[in-house]
């Protein structure tokens, strides 16, 4: 492993320990979205130019909602299926579009936008709740190391 890897690794550590610190004891789901969209901006700007949240919509459980970003305006509803966010939230898996004007079916909320992952939440439940959408203008921006760290922050977002 190189030194980019592992300083990578250490910094996805610590922003888990650091959000989980914010959120402790936290009942608003919106409070908790909001905590990791601002501290994993902050951490890893200018990297990562869209982060945030589209949350499964209550009222039509086949539709996500935008929910707390920080970046550009984002498209306020994605339908399951439609795009990487629906396709991830439609599979409950993590997708990594290294381009995504070669990738079919893009919504392209913000065109300065050419890289991609998406990551599943799940509530205390085990239901998929929402989608972390982390955008790039830098083509094949996200790795294995992004995967981990953000599934792992995924994972507890909405359970400890
Ligand atoms: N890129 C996303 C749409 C959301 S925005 O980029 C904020 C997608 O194709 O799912």
Redesign the pocket.
Known sequence: MNNMTTDKQDKYASLHAEIMAVIAGETSRTARFATAACLLSEAFSPRFY?T?F?EVDPNKPDELV?GP?Q??L??LR?AFG???????AKNEKTQI?AD?HA?A??????PA?RS?I?VPVHGQSGKLVAVL?I?STQLNAFDRVDQDGLEQICHDLLRV
Do not use: L, M, P
Request: with cysteine; glycine share 20%.
């Open positions: 869209w945030g589209y935008i970003y970046g550009t984002g498209c994605i439609r795009g990487v966010c629906g396709i991830s579009v995504v990738f079916g893009h919504i392209a909320c913000d936008s991609e998406v959408d955008d």
